[in-house]
């Protein structure tokens, strides 16, 4: 499977994003996906992920009820909401497949597909 990120921007801070991560290739309902980030001289991080059937969602504490991620099998799009950004939010934003298992999973070497990142940037 491809996954192609987009939705970045600049944006000030306590403003909204939402990413987009169309998959092709694949029938994205075959996969658990995810949302990393990485900030500039820092390693990748987990940000979000979500099952194959939307059932079973984790966040990490740092963006806990500020992101939303949700996904549309039917579009093979998975999605994150941004709100509330703050600048420690800045990061190249990545979106992750695997093989379904049905539990969430926060570690980026348990994701084999990768987004190409999309650039998010929040100015104070």
């Known amino acids: 499977v491809q996954l192609q990120a987009s939705g970045g921007g600049l944006v000030q801070a306590g403003g909204s994003l939402r990413l987009s991560c169309a998959a092709s290739?694949?029938?994205?309902?075959?996969?658990?996906m995810a949302w990393f980030r990485q900030a500039p001289g820092k390693g990748r991080e987990f940000a979000a992920a979500?099952?194959?059937?939307?059932?079973?969602?984790a966040y990490a504490d740092s963006v806990k009820d500020r992101f939303t991620i949700s996904r549309d099998n039917a579009k093979n799009t998975v999605y994150l909401q941004m709100n509330s950004l703050k600048p420690e939010d800045t990061a190249v934003y990545y979106c992750?497949?695997?093989?379904?298992?049905?539990?969430?999973?926060?570690?980026?070497?348990?994701?084999?597909?990768w987004g190409q990142g999309t650039q998010v940037t929040v100015s104070s």
């Open positions: 992750a497949a695997d093989q379904r298992s049905g539990y969430v999973r926060r570690v980026e070497n348990d994701y084999d597909y």
């Open positions: 290739g694949g029938t994205l309902s075959r996969y658990d």
């Open positions: 979500i099952t194959w059937s939307g059932g079973t969602i």
